[in-house]
């Protein structure tokens, strides 16, 4: 049914109304500073806003649907229209799963939700369990990596607003997957934020390099902290979503007794007893702290999972050589092999990049190694590189086959980005479309100027105003049909039906990993159970030891990756992945 009231928040006004069409409804306050008006009788959406003594009108705080964008009027949603057909879905654990993180304006040619529903039997040839969806809130512009949102609870028009968005998580459901949104509650985009019209929104204690954040633990901070809880029960609840990867979390300015966290977690794991189906919360998370994942009875945040960028560091750095900034700490391949048996390499170590000691230990006896989610490449380290390059500007196929098997049969929930699994050509760059001249001036500056620090040419970085960077970072799917694409794309599919055919690859416990390393040789064995990961990281063939077994699995860049073996090793061709089963 739809809501019968028009309510806000807005304790600070004297007078508040809403504005409708044809008319202007005096809203009356109640307690605890929220102010409440009748619906005008009628079916359909209506278009509206709201007057805070006498300004305005502004888009409501809690906007399902801006169809004019962030400036706009807000239009009323009815979440309970759509018939859902994904009754028999039951939910799906992240233990064991395969996510897939994917920006909708770029994912297909038309950059909709509809058209990316209709990739989803592509998504289950690869073994996808959730399709992760880069932001959706609105913001203002056509085009955006999504950060810049402003109305965390609409869905931004251009990819079909709301009712598409039921109708994406209901595909995915019937098809067997998941769905995981993206979203960012440690800043608001520069653009359409009028929360501080409101109320005490915003916090006193400043705002991150991105923007604004909100007043998590001031005066007044509590319904604050409920507009956050109740966005993220949004998505679970009425969009029937599995779970909410949760941006940035170390910038969430929070110094009261029960962090944000906690109560969300609290929150979330009460609808879940509710709804019967497993909901995950996945940090990203810059600490290198167990904290997030340890559960609430233990004194921790009861996260379900955290993002471990180490992950990508080493195995970026085994395989491309590049030892700059925050790179640098990962320049020994004992690091990968650190990654692969401790989860953290920073684990009170010290890092060079910070200049300072950095992160604090995993329990491996008692974490579950599927609690940090890895991938060789993600949105933030391909896009936030000055010309978005992807792996495959600098690597050949057999090291991008490397990079696969490290993070699906690697102990960690393995998280892929579009395209990766063909080897896509295509870059991924950043990309904005700020209608304000100023904002898009500032954005484009800045952007060069970062990367001109770093001893980039700035000629070289896209302009992120310029409409092409946005389309030339659209996937081409004909390279899927290609010979070389395409065999990389076999073989990603045989990783993922290896993973579900041989238990040892989920198993959870990190203490049942074995890693042996030639850091001169550059070759690498993993143990997982039974089975043998040999990885040949070097550009000559190398003897890798290694017990007697059937292979499983091979890729080389060139040719056949076993060229030899006798009772204590394998020869291994340059850059080449062979996976041999028990003896």
Not at 359 to 370: F, L, S, V
């Amino acid at each position: 049914m739809p809501a019968e009231y028009f309510e806000v928040w807005a304790p600070t006004a004297t007078t508040m109304a809403v504005a409708l069409s044809d008319d202007t409804q005096v809203l009356t306050r109640q307690a605890d500073g929220w102010w409440r008006a009748p619906r005008p009788a009628g079916d359909g959406p209506v278009d509206y806003g709201f007057l805070v003594d006498g300004e305005g009108p502004f888009p409501d705080p809690r906007s399902r649907h801006q169809p004019n964008g962030v400036h706009g009027a807000t239009r009323t949603f009815d979440a309970g229209e759509h018939v859902w057909g994904d009754q028999r879905w039951t939910g799906r654990q992240l233990a064991g799963s395969i996510i897939y993180e994917l920006h909708l304006g770029t994912f297909t040619p038309e950059g909709t939700l509809a058209a990316a529903a209709e990739r989803l039997p592509h998504l289950a040839s690869i073994g996808v369990d959730f399709v992760e969806l880069l932001p959706v809130n609105a913001f203002n512009g056509t085009h955006n990596w999504g950060y810049d949102g402003v109305l965390w609870y609409a869905v931004h028009d251009g990819y079909g607003g709301p009712a598409a968005y039921q109708g994406f998580v209901d595909a995915c459901h019937q098809a067997g997957i998941g769905v995981i949104q993206d979203v960012v509650y440690n800043h608001l985009g520069p653009s359409g934020n009028y929360l501080p019209q409101y109320g005490p929104y915003l916090s006193q204690a400043g705002g991150t390099s991105w923007g604004s954040s909100l007043n998590l633990d001031g005066p007044d901070s509590d319904p604050v902290r409920q507009y956050i809880i109740d966005n993220a029960l949004m998505w679970l609840g009425d969009y029937h979503v599995d779970g909410l990867r949760l941006d940035a979390v170390h910038a969430l300015h929070d110094e009261r007794a029960t962090h944000l966290l906690e109560e969300l977690g609290s929150a979330v794991d009460a609808l879940s007893a509710s709804v019967g189906r497993p909901l995950s919360l996945i940090a990203e998370s810059d600490l290198n702290d167990p904290r997030m994942i340890t559960p609430r009875e233990a004194g921790g945040y009861g996260l379900t999972a955290q993002w471990s960028d180490d992950f990508h560091h080493a195995v970026h750095v085994s395989l491309t050589g590049e030892t700059s900034g925050y790179y640098a700490d990962f320049e020994p391949l004992g690091a990968l092999a650190k990654v692969l048996t401790r989860g953290f390499f920073h684990d009170g170590t010290f890092s060079s990049f910070r200049a300072r000691t950095h992160g604090r230990p995993i329990d491996t006896k008692k974490t579950p190694a599927w609690r940090l989610v890895v991938g060789s490449q993600n949105h933030d380290q391909i896009g936030n590189r000055a010309t978005g390059d992807r792996l495959p500007a600098t690597l050949d196929a057999g090291q991008l086959a490397i990079a696969a098997t490290l993070t699906l049969l690697g102990p960690f929930t393995p998280m892929l980005f579009m395209g990766e699994e063909w080897g896509a050509g295509t870059p991924w760059q950043f990309f904005t479309s700020h209608p304000e001249p100023e904002l898009g001036e500032a954005t484009r500056k800045g952007r060069i100027g970062e990367f001109a620090r770093m001893g980039w040419d700035p000629a070289a970085v896209p302009d992120p105003q310029d409409p092409a960077t946005f389309t030339r970072s659209k996937l081409d799917w004909d390279e899927t049909a290609r010979p070389e694409h395409a065999r990389l794309l076999a073989f990603y599919q045989a990783l993922a039906g290896l993973r579900r055919s041989q238990a040892g690859f989920t198993d959870p416990s990190l203490d049942r990993v074995a890693v042996d390393f030639d850091e001169h040789e550059r070759w690498l064995r993993v143990t997982r159970g039974d089975t043998q990961i040999l990885l040949n990281l070097a550009a000559v063939a190398r003897r890798v030891p290694a017990e007697a077994g059937a292979v499983l699995l091979e890729f080389a860049a060139e040719g056949e990756a076993v060229r030899g073996r006798d009772a204590s090793a394998v020869l291994l061709s340059p850059h080449a992945v062979a996976i041999l089963a028990a003896s």
